[in-house]
């Protein structure tokens, strides 16, 4: 098995998130982060009946070999302890494929799930290169800002071998 990760690099279809740190920032560019530091992120500090979503264009790759599994990756928090939710999304095309909202809490945490493609079916490189990925806020009390500083997605898949010569001695 071969693992590649692929962070957002563009602005994906829609950006319903309200706010950015640091202000006027593309919200793609504040959760690409490789290193784990959290000096900027998205947040929501408007109150909807529902999450507002962002989505975000992935880096391409042109590797090859049967996909095994993609798993998306956030790292979240909110302001204080109450009913504050992040939920990730796929986006392929027009089909979305949406995963399981965690509860937050003013502790700082990962999350990861793996999502099956939009759609239904098998992945093939071009769904990868073709996917947008996003995360979901809702801001469930007025005193609980939701925030995200991380999105990046792990993509498991077998190695494929074009023709392979072995000399031996």
């Not at 947008?132 to 500083?149: D, E």
């Amino acid at each position: 098995m071969a693992l590649t990760v692929l962070r957002p690099n563009g602005v994906g279809d829609y950006t319903n998130i309200n706010n950015e740190y640091p202000a006027g920032a593309a919200h793609w560019s504040v959760v690409d982060e490789a290193t784990p530091d959290d000096a900027d992120y998205v947040y929501q500090s408007v109150y909807n009946a529902s999450p507002l979503y962002d989505v975000y264009t992935l880096e391409d790759t042109s590797l090859l070999g049967a996909i095994t599994s993609v798993t998306v990756y956030f790292k979240v928090w909110s302001s204080a302890d109450e009913t504050a939710t992040a939920t990730p999304r796929f986006r392929l095309g027009t089909s979305e494929t949406t995963g399981t909202a965690q509860t937050l809490t003013t502790t700082k945490v990962t999350y990861s799930e793996i999502l099956t493609r939009p759609g239904g079916g098998s992945w093939a490189w071009t769904d990868i290169n073709s996917l947008q990925a996003g995360i979901g806020l809702y801001m469930g009390a007025l005193v609980t800002n939701p925030y995200c500083s991380h999105l990046y997605l792990y993509v498991q898949f077998t190695e494929e071998f074009g023709d392979q010569i072995i000399i031996m001695g």
